[in-house]
């Protein structure tokens, strides 16, 4: 059943300084719905994240702001919409729209997607950005990128999106790896790609807080997630990174209680980090694991860096998180050079997400 306007109220979350604030309320429901979704959409618990992991995110404005709003019928919370926007990229707003299978039917997604397009003008944002989750199997009806690569199951929440002028652009796996099982093939990987690589390479491995010699290094490095990795046909800003804002990373990090080990190659005639990667996991040691950002330069492939970082960072992570069960990680379809080394250590597929594009007039 479909509820008139106003039977509908969208509100504003507020920030709390802490969880414990009686404010928190709305910033702790929306974490909760987050997750429920994400397990609804995908039949999977990996994407589960806190609040006290989210919350250092949206208190540091420095580099993104968060702007969420959480929909309500009665006291009831029918849904909730976030927005993210990185502060020197100005051209594009991610919108993560929430909604529970059960409300649906109500209109509740269309009036977030319509508010969130209004906050979007208001930031001076001309691209929305969106994501929607799917089970392994993409069933009847399947959608294909304008890529050609992958393909996702339809639903609700990308009916909604195809219905409001999103156009599909790029499919993502998301790939899980056993952490308990044998590393023993882990590490032949690993010493095959460091006899490839040479003596020109250098493995490097830290966990946060990054050290103050290696910040602008690793700040180019993340600096080129934005130019050298497969993008489709979104619009994506150069980014700007700087020491100063690994440094802030860091912190949020490290505030949201979350532990960063990083593995990465250095160039050694150049000094250049030539390649890297990032497992993340939160206070509860037996969770699941997070790979975040995985790069090898354009300018450095061919040397079998990505196999070197991911190999030596899974088995550096054995000493850090000896009782989480698996990794989680997302990879383009199309960038088949990182899934062959995902398929080749192991990773399996275990969800898929649309990236979704919508330019506003």
């Given at each position: 059943m479909?509820?008139?306007a106003s039977e509908l109220t969208i509100t504003e979350i507020i920030v709390p300084a802490s969880l414990d604030d009686a404010e928190a309320a709305d910033f702790l429901a929306a974490a909760e719905l987050n997750n429920a979704v994400c397990l609804a959409d995908s039949g999977l618990d990996d994407f589960a994240?806190?609040?006290?992991?989210?919350?250092?995110?949206?208190?540091?404005?420095?580099?993104?702001?968060?702007?969420g709003f959480i929909?309500?019928?009665?006291?009831?919370?029918l849904g909730a919409v976030i927005l993210h926007a990185g502060v020197a990229e100005p051209t594009s707003v991610e919108v993560d729209l929430m909604v529970l299978p059960e409300h649906w039917s109500t209109g509740v997604g269309q009036a977030l997607l319509d508010h969130a397009e209004l906050q979007a003008r208001e930031l001076n944002r001309r691209v929305l950005q969106a994501w929607t989750l799917h089970p392994a199997d993409a069933g009847g009806g399947p959608l294909v990128p304008r890529t050609g690569w992958g393909r996702i199951s339809s639903s609700p929440h990308a009916e909604l999106l195809q219905r409001n002028g999103f156009l599909l652009e790029q499919v993502?796996?998301?790939?899980?790896?056993?952490?308990?099982?044998?590393?023993?093939?882990?590490e032949r990987m690993l010493g095959d790609a460091l006899?490839?690589?040479?003596?020109?390479y250098r493995l490097i491995e830290w966990t946060l807080p990054t050290p103050p010699e290696l910040r602008d290094g690793y700040a180019w490095a993340l600096s080129r997630m934005s130019t050298d990795v497969p993008s489709s046909d979104l619009d994506i800003d150069e980014e700007s990174w700087d020491a100063a804002r690994i440094a802030r990373r860091d912190a949020r990090f490290i505030g949201g209680g979350q532990t960063m080990s990083v593995s990465a190659v250095e160039h050694v005639p150049t000094g250049t980090l030539a390649a890297f990667n990032e497992l993340v996991i939160g206070e509860d040691r037996t969770g699941v694991t997070h790979q975040y950002c995985t790069l090898v330069l354009k300018e450095h492939r061919g040397h079998r860096l990505g196999q070197i970082v991911k190999c030596a960072n899974i088995l550096?992570?054995?000493?850090?998180?000896p009782a989480s069960p698996m990794i989680s990680t997302f990879n383009a379809e199309e960038n088949r050079p990182m899934?062959?080394?995902?398929?080749?250590?192991?990773f399996a597929p275990r969800a898929y997400v649309g990236a979704w594009q919508k330019r506003l007039e």
């Open positions: 479909t509820l008139a994240r806190t609040a006290a992991e989210m919350l250092p995110l949206w208190k540091d404005r420095t580099d993104d702001v968060h702007h929909a309500r019928s009665g006291d009831g919370i993502e796996r998301s790939s899980g790896f056993d952490l308990l099982a044998d590393l023993g093939p882990v006899a490839a690589a040479g003596p020109d550096r992570w054995r000493g850090i998180a899934l062959d080394i995902n398929e080749a250590m192991g």
